[in-house]
């Protein structure tokens, strides 16, 4: 199974607040030849780390493709470009944030995001507002590094940081 984290807080000048940004950016990942067999309600959640940037809208879906992991990484990263995301600062607000989350079983042994993908996404089980969809999307999806499910994860995350459903679909 391969995993993808949506997530936007700032509104884009075409496509308007995040919602709709991120409805457009499924779109995109569509018309880029990866098919999306599941996503997750979307979710409102507080910045992380806490600060004072507009709240985020986020969601997970899962996708089949015939790309390897990199190729897959680097396309969503041209995604993420074409809607105007600039990477700068780690955790500023943006307009598009497209995380690969899982892809198979796949585990690199590199932790260092700087040499490269890292699989799974490192901190995925440190955040509510991943853990959430993809455990609505996929409670029974087993970390491969943790060894726990995603629900097993969510529910033994502190809730420290808010996370709403904001609509379905």
């Not at 995993?3 to 950016?25: E, M, S, V």
């Not at 999306?36 to 089949?64: E, H, L």
């Not at 491969?144 to 995350?157: E, F, S």
Request: hydrophobic share 40%; with cysteine; glycine share 6%.
């Amino acid at each position: 199974m391969i995993f993808i984290a949506l997530g936007a807080n700032l509104n884009h000048p075409l496509y308007g607040d995040p919602l709709n940004t991120l409805r457009a950016a499924i779109e995109e990942i569509e018309q880029s030849g990866l098919e999306v067999v599941a996503k997750s309600s979307w979710y409102k959640t507080a910045p992380v780390p806490i600060s004072d940037q507009p709240w985020f809208v986020n969601a997970v879906i899962q996708v089949r493709t015939a790309l390897p992991a990199k190729e897959l990484l680097a396309l969503l990263h041209t995604i993420e470009r074409k809607f105007g995301r600039v990477r700068e600062i780690q955790w500023e607000a943006r307009v598009l944030d497209l995380d690969l989350l899982a892809y198979g079983d796949s585990v690199t042994q590199n932790q260092d995001q700087q040499l490269g993908k890292v699989i799974p996404h490192p901190r995925m089980h440190e955040r509510r507002f991943v853990m959430a969809p993809l455990s609505e999307i996929s409670p029974d999806w087993l970390h491969p590094v943790i060894g726990k499910t995603a629900k097993q994860i969510c529910d033994g995350l502190p809730c420290d940081s808010e996370v709403k459903i904001l609509k379905q679909g």
